[in-house]
């Protein structure tokens, strides 16, 4: 499913890079590039090379800058800046925690760290 997509189908349903599902414990922050805010628990509900959609207990506003802190062992972090491309509430019976869900755009991308997060991506999405 990696290549380009679109057609006639939503904005936010078109995906550029294969989306892998997870369910994945990290830290964000909220701030000027991502890192002046309290690190706050999240979940990841799926992860791609370019993004993410996480779940989270609060409201991040849109074009919020954030940085996500992914810890995978070896080495034993992985931060990721992004921004908010939206932020919407979850219905109540399924929000008892996660209140709300966030597509998240990574800003900066190298090839490397794009290669990296889809390892990463794939191999949560095994376990």
């Known amino acids: 499913m990696s290549g380009e997509t679109g057609g006639d189908r939503p904005a936010h349903e078109r995906r ?33 090379a370019r993004g993410a959609f996480v779940l989270t207990t609060t409201e991040l506003r849109q074009d919020a800058r954030v940085k996500l802190h992914l810890d995978f062992g070896d080495p034993p972090v992985v931060e990721l800046e992004g921004r908010v491309l939206r932020c919407e509430r979850r219905p109540p019976d399924r929000s008892e925690v996660w209140r709300y869900g966030a597509a998240i755009e990574l800003v900066v991308v190298t090839p490397e760290l794009a290669e990296r997060v889809v390892e990463l991506a794939r191999g949560l999405a095994e376990t």
């Open 16 to 48: 550029g890079f294969e989306r892998y599902l997870t369910c994945y414990p990290l830290n964000i922050q909220v701030g000027d590039r991502g890192d002046t805010g309290d690190l706050e628990i999240a979940l990841i509900q799926d992860l791609s």
